[in-house]
């Protein structure tokens, strides 16, 4: 598909567990980022990849938290021991790049993390 | 980056054109205005974009006023898919702008 692919759609874990999201941006995309979106809530930035750069972590809330984006292309999300408040959709998107005229950012549809 | 202000929520008939304001009084003047929208369980999809002129493609419109202190997103013919939560942000290109918070947006209910 031509679109931003996450995966697992969904994912119950018990708490304390360690669980890893993954994301398939765009083919091209040289930008990707990670979000999430608590019930109810607007979208919180977490981390931001821009090709080789090192990656903008300014959003990750803990150090529980950690991303990681191989080859410029597919992305990791750990996170480590989780805990209740972690339980959110995390939503990935991509773009071309930042900074460009057109920002157009394209999303995935997200994973619904449940910890129990 | 500068703030937006939007309705909690609004109603449409099916078929009817659905007009969307938002405020962003402080917006300053190389900042754009974007609209995105979130249909339940989906991620958000880009809408449209404008900077000082009103702009079109095939999905909707935006109306920016002369001052650009406020916008108005237009479905011209709402249809049952168009319920989202739309959300108005106003970023510059560049820079750190992918920090964006969207906010929570309003809620709109397109009715048969």
């Known amino acids: 598909g031509a679109g931003v692919s996450q995966s697992p759609s969904n994912k119950v874990t018990e708490k304390g567990k360690d669980v890893e999201l993954r994301c398939d941006p765009i083919?091209?995309?040289?930008?990707l980022y990670w979000y999430r979106q608590s019930l109810g809530q607007g979208l919180e930035f977490l981390i931001y990849f821009q090709g080789n750069s090192a990656p903008d972590k300014s959003g990750l809330p803990s150090d529980r938290f950690s991303a990681e984006r191989t080859g410029g292309s597919v992305s990791t999300l750990t996170i480590q021991r989780t805990q209740q408040e972690d339980s959110a959709v995390y939503l990935c998107?991509?773009?071309?790049?930042?900074?460009?005229?057109?920002?157009?950012?394209?999303f995935g549809s997200g994973t619904q993390l449940s910890v129990l | 980056d500068a703030k937006t202000t939007q309705p909690p929520s609004m109603d449409c008939a099916e078929g009817r054109a659905a007009n969307l304001p938002c405020n962003h009084s402080?917006?300053?003047?190389?900042?754009?205005v974007y609209w995105y929208r979130q249909i339940h369980s989906q991620g958000p999809q880009y809408i449209i974009h404008?900077?000082?002129n009103n702009e079109t493609n095939e999905m909707a419109s935006l109306i920016i006023t002369e001052d650009r202190k406020s916008s108005t997103l237009i479905l011209p013919h709402a249809t049952l898919r168009d319920t989202a939560v739309y959300y108005c942000?106003?970023?510059?290109?560049?820079?750190?702008?992918?920090?964006?918070?969207f906010g929570k947006g309003t809620l709109l209910t397109v009715n048969p």
């Open positions: 998107a991509s773009s071309l790049s930042s900074g460009e005229v057109n920002e157009k950012l394209f």
């Open positions: 404008g900077l000082k």
């Open positions: 402080t917006i300053s003047g190389n900042e754009y």
């Open positions: 083919s091209g995309h040289t930008a």
């Open positions: 942000i106003v970023m510059r290109h560049g820079g750190s702008n992918y920090k964006l918070t």
